[in-house]
């Protein structure tokens, strides 16, 4: 039975990888390991990715509803897919915990976010997945921080915890909230040290360092050198090198 990865965030270009946007990056870096961008499809008020990843059956979806009725999205691809509450994982954005710090649990209230109080609404219970992935503590108001983007000293940083988390999300449809838990809620980032002597190891081996953990999945390079805007394809969804998302009407203009 497919697994459903839900990764909340909201659309449109100016939320285009802000720190509230971290779970649609968890989802793009699962995609590109996969090589599955090109698939993308609109259905269920979300754009939807799903394919087979070695042992894996994996639906990949982004809520297009905006943030705080993430829920309506997630309850109708639930319902289309037949597919009971233990084989869902919400990835979110967590304020109170540090960049560089992930913490899974089995179920679990709200805890103050907007999409996952929506969800909860919806489905009318807490007993379902989720993934919080750390995105620093505010310094200024908290709608001002989760709307902002990672800055320049945060951005090496940044792409190890997508790694990470892209990795504890294989594990947990691999093995279980249990044992992806019990593993990614001690995870941390390396020292700079352990860094370097990783890619002095990679490069005497011919290896890749950021290679994932769960599955040897290894994370594409992002680098986008068109000078044009991307323009939507016939179903209506923008893909980048920084991933996908559907073009809203009258507000992706």
């Known amino acids: 039975m497919v697994k459903i990865v839900v990764g909340l965030g ?5 939320y285009e990888e802000t720190r509230h946007n971290v779970g649609w990056m968890v989802l793009d870096r699962i995609a590109e390991r996969a090589g599955w961008d090109g698939r993308v499809k609109s259905r269920d008020a979300a754009a939807v990715v799903r394919g087979r990843r070695g042992d894996l059956d994996l639906a990949l979806v982004k809520p297009m509803t905006f943030m705080n009725l993430s829920g309506l999205a997630v309850r109708k691809v639930l319902a289309r897919e037949h597919t009971p509450l233990g084989d869902l994982l919400v990835v979110v954005d967590d304020f109170a915990l540090p960049l560089g710090r992930l ?3 089995e179920e679990g209230s709200a805890g103050g976010h907007n999409g996952l109080r929506s969800i909860i609404a919806e489905m009318g219970t807490q007993q379902f997945a989720r993934l919080r992935v ?5 310094t200024r108001s908290a709608l ?3 709307l902002s983007r990672f800055d320049g000293s945060e951005r090496a940083d940044l792409d190890r ?3 990470a988390a892209a990795d504890a999300v294989e594990e947990w449809a691999l093995q279980g909230p249990t044992r992806a838990a019990n593993r990614w809620n001690t995870w941390r980032l390396p020292p700079p040290a352990a860094l370097t002597r990783d890619a002095d190891n990679a490069a005497a081996t011919g290896s890749d360092p950021r290679a994932g953990l769960a599955t040897g999945g290894t994370s594409a390079a992002r680098a986008d050198t068109s000078d044009e805007r991307p323009r939507p394809g016939s179903d209506g969804i923008i893909r980048t090198s920084h991933g996908w998302r559907k073009l809203l009407p009258g507000r992706d203009q």
């Open 10 to 14: 909201n659309p449109g270009p100016q």
């Open 103 to 105: 913490r899974l649990r």
């Open 134 to 138: 750390g995105i620093g503590e505010p």
């Open 144 to 146: 001002d921080h989760v």
């Open 161 to 163: 915890v997508l790694d």
